[in-house]
């Protein structure tokens, strides 16, 4: 499929035998057919949370991932702390989708 798409949606998390390979194969994949990769994590916790939870932890999201997407309920500090994690790393080719609303039934936001 690589070659004819532009975007490959994952929620890593749910990957059963998630490893470094995986996640080398899906990088060079990427590269390989110049597609991104949009990890639908939907970011919702305070900005220090965040952080940790983008650029650590066990699923590293900020090496390989181009799109995240997070939530705006939180307030600002959700995007502000992705920005500027992004930003202290120099990489330019990473972005935020601001959920605005959630479409799940029965859904506060």
Not at 73 to 101: F, K, N
């Given at each position: 499929l690589?070659p ?12 059963s035998?998630l ?5 080398e194969?899906?990088t060079?994949?990427a590269r390989q057919?110049?597609f991104l990769?949009f990890?639908d994590?939907k970011?919702i916790?305070?900005g220090?949370?965040?952080q940790?939870?983008y650029k650590?932890?066990?699923l ?7 799109i ?9 500090g959700?995007i ?10 120099g ?19």
């Amino acid at each position: 499929l690589g070659p004819y798409i532009a975007v490959l949606k994952t929620h890593i998390d749910v990957v059963s035998d998630l490893g470094p390979e995986t996640l080398e194969g899906l990088t060079r994949l990427a590269r390989q057919h110049d597609f991104l990769l949009f990890e639908d994590r939907k970011f919702i916790d305070i900005g220090s949370t965040v952080q940790k939870q983008y650029k650590g932890g066990a699923l590293r999201i900020h090496d390989w991932a181009h799109i995240v997407n997070a939530s705006i309920l939180p307030g600002p500090g959700v995007i502000q702390a992705l920005d500027e994690t992004i930003s202290q790393a120099g990489v330019a080719d990473r972005g935020i989708l601001i959920l605005a609303e959630m479409t799940s039934k029965g859904s506060l936001a």
